[in-house]
């Protein structure tokens, strides 16, 4: 099947502009393809670099369709072979629905950001896995801690990676009350299009422990988001180090179908 290209939607003059994410419109057309029989059942959907060719998209914009059609229980990746197709409708999953991302870990109204330090660096091997980028990429590295209040209880230690354009942002972080991502986008009316979290288990290191108030080589737990913007470009990688003692997430899921019409997490 020859993949046609994906255009924006539109609403009538009288609703507005609305554009549906790439990823999306590449997930829906595969799935046409999937429920028309152009790709039955047992058989695998084109390879990555056919899909980036035909759709004219990024690598990691086709991996988030694939994910999609793979939530939805219709494919399955298999590493060195493709994208097998499982199913033409759609399977039943426990989701977690999220309206809004503020929804994911917020903290208190009254929790501040106390900027320590922000600098230009350049990526090395370590801080590449741990950014999810190549080697030698340059980003802005804001440092600081998250508290109650401008003088209460240190939350946590957070460090904060931003594309260098943005990286003007670290001087109207001190005293903050909101959320790093979302004063990037009303300021560079950035679009926020997905969201990844992360959680890694470690320990605190010695100017970090002291910073919380706690014992150096205490036990910490790491949430690591990963914000991407248009044209699938992760434009902010935030990482906060709670001590473990005082840090706790529950879950809550909802049996319901796929849908890409909230934000969802899918465990």
């Given at each position: 099947m020859q993949a046609e290209p994906v255009k924006k939607t539109r609403k009538g003059s009288g609703e507005g502009d609305v554009r549906t994410p790439l990823y999306r419109q590449i997930s829906d057309k595969l799935l046409s393809g999937i429920r028309e029989g152009k790709f039955p059942v047992g058989t695998?959907?084109?390879g990555e670099l056919e899909l980036i060719d035909n759709f004219k998209a990024s690598r990691h914009t086709i991996r988030?369709?694939?994910r999609v059609l793979e939530d939805m229980g219709l494919?399955?990746?298999?590493?060195?072979r493709?994208?097998?197709?499982?199913?033409?409708?759609?399977?039943?999953?426990?989701?977690?629905?999220?309206?809004?991302?503020?929804?994911l870990f917020s903290y208190p109204d009254s929790s501040q950001f106390r900027l320590l330090s922000d600098e230009r660096v350049k990526v090395?091997?370590?801080?590449?896995?741990?950014?999810?980028c190549q080697v030698g990429d340059e980003w802005v590295q804001i440092s600081g801690l998250r508290t109650l209040g401008s003088d209460g209880m240190p939350i946590c230690w957070a460090s904060v990676f931003v594309v260098p354009e943005y990286g003007s942002i670290a001087q109207r972080l001190s005293g903050s009350t909101r959320p790093v991502y979302e004063m990037i986008a009303e300021t560079f009316?950035?679009?926020?299009?997905?969201?990844?979290?992360?959680l890694t288990a470690g320990v605190l290191s010695d100017p970090k422990a002291k910073a919380l108030g706690v014992e150096p080589g205490s036990p910490s737990l790491s949430v690591s988001r990963f914000y991407q913007g248009r044209g699938g470009r992760i434009f902010e990688v935030s990482i906060s180090e709670h001590p473990a003692s005082n840090f706790s997430y529950t879950f809550e899921f909802t049996r319901g179908w796929q849908t890409a019409d909230h934000w969802s997490w899918n465990q």
């Open positions: 695998f959907l084109p988030e369709a694939l494919v399955k990746r298999q590493r060195g493709g994208t097998l197709v499982l199913s033409t409708e759609a399977s039943p999953a426990f989701v977690q629905m999220v309206r809004s991302p503020s929804e090395d091997k370590t801080l590449a896995r741990e950014l999810g009316k950035e679009s926020i299009e997905n969201i990844t979290v992360r």
